[in-house]
């Protein structure tokens, strides 16, 4: 009879019935441990050496290029929506003021214009009107938005008073002088400041463009440079470790990354140096001109009034001593032209000319006034707006000639250096990731081959 062995005894299970589970958070321990455990080992550490130099490549790489597509952004926005902005504004600004002088001017003539000033009172209305819709097209900000909304409805009553006035001059009806008072008044108190506000709010957004263009790539830069100090600490950790002077892979990636600094480098002070120049050359000087362009407007549409009233409208000739001390007054618009563009010749001339031009027309200016008030009107119209060479008409056209003259030279300046400012970046973006992902299959190599060797 066969004896079978009691069975073993069933274990009880814990208290309430559940079974043990393993703690929570081992698994994940175990996992740590066996990374701290691989970084002790040389493998290991060469692979977060890699993970290191990754991070960092891939980060100088991708900060590089997109600083630099950033950079084309803003110079394209320039040319583009800012620029155009501020070009329009001042545009509008300028062609606001030539129609209200030519209209002032024209209504000093008996009877119709002639052909010469009707043309120059449409050009300027038909300026005004482009820039007007350009600048529609171009605004972004509700203020900006009203600005032009305003001159949009301002610029018909305008053009209707003076129509009004010309109409009534033709038929030798005093009331007309009136109508033209009014015009110049709506174009002096709400239009030109609405213009006004609209440049220097143009000219603040392209000032902010400017800047942002001309910012050098800082973190791009940082990146690449701890990039670099890991390569040549990587390099001379493993010639400790493997007596091997060279790593073929890390010195690559080295002579990449130097590649990839320097481009940056150059392509960033490149392009801010013409941005710069864009300014110096062009916007800045375009400013001044602009001004002073505006400044002999609005003093020959004053002046145009004085000689409507006769020579006895004071609040006119105040108005016209201001805007001419503005111009050409010591320390004026056309002394600070002259001391920043004396070195440039074509500038230089330009406003000689202008300056020759002002003084003509401020020396003719008294008398006009004085045969005004005598009572020979005729003589005073004559010697204001005649075609003789020693009229004041002459004097402001030649002014405003020079003027014109300097501004196109200042703008093609301004769009040379926005050009050149752009063909400065051509290439960057593509070549700077090109460089960083050259070099981090460079470093990979290298060190790879090193990982290599453990496990041979």
């Known amino acids: 009879m066969a004896v079978q062995s009691p069975p073993a005894p069933t274990q009880a299970p814990p ?8 703690a929570p958070g081992a698994a994940p321990g175990r996992r740590i441990d066996r990374v701290a455990a691989a970084l002790r080992q040389t493998p290991g550490q060469l692979r977060g050496v890699l993970a290191i130099l990754a991070a960092l490549i891939l980060g100088a790489g991708i900060t590089g290029m997109t600083s630099i597509l950033a950079k084309s952004a803003v110079i394209e926005e320039t040319t583009s929506q800012s620029g155009r902005l501020s ?20 209504y000093l003539t008996a009877g119709t214009p002639t052909e010469e000033v009707n043309d120059a009172y449409r050009t300027a209305l038909r300026d005004a009107t482009v ?3 350009t600048a529609a097209g171009e605004v972004e900000t509700a203020a900006d938005i009203d ?3 305003e001159l949009n409805a301002r610029l018909p009553v305008y053009t209707g008073l003076v129509e009004s006035a010309r109409t009534l001059n033709r038929l030798g009806e005093p009331v007309g002088a009136t109508y033209q008072e009014q015009a110049s008044t709506l174009m002096r108190e709400q239009m030109l400041p609405s213009a006004h506000a609209l440049q220097e709010n143009a000219l603040a957004q392209l000032t902010e463009s400017r800047d942002d263009a001309a910012a050098f790539p800082y973190a791009a830069a940082a990146l690449v ?17 493997t007596n091997r002077r060279f790593n073929l892979g890390l010195v690559g990636a080295t002579v990449l990354l130097v590649v990839f600094a320097g481009w940056l480098a150059m392509a960033s002070f490149a392009s801010a140096g013409h941005t710069d120049r864009s300014h110096e050359d062009g916007s800045r000087p375009l400013e001044l001109l602009a001004q002073a362009e505006i400044a002999a407007q609005q003093a020959r549409a004053e002046e145009s009034l004085l000689l409507i009233a006769r020579g006895e409208d004071q609040p006119a000739a105040d108005r016209y001593a201001e ?8 320390g004026g618009l056309l002394d600070q032209l002259d001391a920043a563009f004396s070195g440039d010749p074509e500038l230089a001339a330009s406003i000689d000319t202008a300056r020759d031009a002002a003084t003509a027309w401020s020396n003719g200016h008294s008398e006009v006034v004085k045969l005004a008030q005598e009572g020979n009107y005729t003589g005073a119209v004559t010697l204001a707006v005649g075609e003789d060479e020693t009229s004041l008409q002459t004097s402001f056209n030649a002014l405003n ?15 040379e250096a926005t050009v050149d400012a752009q063909r400065s970046l051509s290439g960057a973006a593509a070549g700077l990731a090109a460089l960083s992902l050259a070099a981090l299959i460079s470093a990979a190599v290298g060190i790879q081959m090193r990982v290599a060797e453990y496990y041979a």
Do not use: C, I, N
């Not at 440079?225 to 600490?233: C, F, K, N, Y």
């Not at 000639?401 to 769009?415: P, Q, Y």
């Open 87 to 106: 070009v329009a504004a001042l545009q509008l600004y300028q062609a606001l003021s030539q129609a209200d002088a030519t209209a002032a001017s024209s």
């Open 147 to 149: 600005l032009v909304a």
């Open 15 to 22: 208290a309430g019935g559940r079974s043990v589970q393993p």
């Open 401 to 415: 000639e020079a003027l014109t003259s300097a501004t196109e030279t200042s703008a093609d300046r301004f769009v």
């Open 131 to 133: 820039a007007l819709a």
């Open 225 to 241: 440079l701890a990039a670099l100090a890991t390569l040549v600490w990587a390099q001379m950790w493993l010639s400790r470790k």
């Open 323 to 330: 805007h001419m001390q503005e111009l050409a007054a010591d």
